[in-house]
């Protein structure tokens, strides 16, 4: 058995735009192998990852050690320390049940109208024009607008909530900054910390009823709730809420732009969207790694590793799998069985899982119904620099806008139903979307 490339070769813009070929490379050469550039283990394959998702003797503490992280990142590792994904049992659970409610399917079903209706307005504004980023016109302000209704945020304060997000999501996803954009993200998540406090604890404008942030500031005047605990969690959900949600909205645009049959089957089809949201959070998805720490020695598939070495579990390795999904690079909206791993597995399943499904699900609708002609235009597509977020910077996109004779205005979008907007996906038929004239399979 050869011995693996570090997986710091992802970082390359080259290697990201082929990553999935290059995780193949890993895999192929060992599943689970000892990265000395990274001082890590590097698991790739989906048995490796989603037993070791689950193993108590592997810890979430992201930073077990505050005084052993740069000066200048210890202000947002201690905010981080405090939230639920990098917690264990029993902390974690009690910091999960505190807003798990609020994101269930039953809970989420509501907000379906809400995004329907901020989908329709993004949709019908970019229709005269002809032209998109996806990015930035659609994945990004779209599910910043749905957390942020969520929490009940004012309209007027969420661009600086936009603001501080971002830099903080770049330090997690990214532990080769320099100190000045360390020290960015931990400013950013003081001042985000300071705005939550404010919003959640001042009587100036009460909370609408039912909402996230209603629930929040009940716990918040609970004299035995941390309330700087709870701050830190309130701060998860918003980065975790749209971050993640941006990605994979850009991700699933561009595999379906690759893979034309793929979105012609959609178009003919659209009881099959449900699927195809899974499809392709497996095919592309937002989070590519999940880190663990051994709380002692352990045998992880046949290897021994050490108290207090780190394990990467790479989610998007695991998700091209050929043990597990035959012909991984093809995009099947009717693929049978596996579960793919991009919400992660065990006790960190993601929390807000039925709200990202439930976005995309309706963006997919209304890209492939209401924008004729989408395809690919200018710019090549513009990858972040990440090894833990896979995400697209810009995504340019031409479609052919309606007639001056054609009503331009808005279309009625279905709100009922079922909790897609769509009937139910079925698997009779097999028909695997292989890539069209010109796509990249595996990009």
Known sequence: MRTPTSLLRAFRPQVQERLYDFYEELRSADDLFWDRAMGAWIATGHAVVSGAAGNPGLSSVRYPDIEAVPEELRPLARVLSRQMLYNDAPDHSRLRALISRAFTPRAVEPLRARIFEAVDRIITHAAPTGRMDIVEDLARP????????????????????????????????????DADRNREASQSMTDMLAYFRELLTGHDTPPAPHSLRALVSAQAENADQDLDELLANCALLLIAGHETTTHFIGNATLALLRHPHAADQLRRRPELIPAAVEELLRYDAPVQLMLRQARHDLDLAGRTISEGQTVLLVCGAANRDPAVFPDPHVLDFERPGG???????????????????????????????????????GTAPQWQRSLNFRGLTRLDVAFTPPSDDHDSGTQAMPTTGSPYGVGSATHAGACPARTGPGGVAGA
């Open 142 to 177: 779209l599910p910043l607008t749905i957390i942020c209704d969520l929490l009940d945020v004012p309209q007027q304060d969420r661009p600086a909530l936009a603001s501080w997000s971002e830099p903080i999501a770049e330090a997690i996803g990214n532990s080769r900054l």
């Open 339 to 377: 579960r793919h791993m991009a919400f992660g597995h065990g006790p960190h399943f993601c929390l807000g899982a039925a709200l990202a499904r439930l976005e995309g699900a309706i963006v997919l609708e209304a890209l492939l119904t209401r924008l004729p002609g989408l395809r690919l235009d």
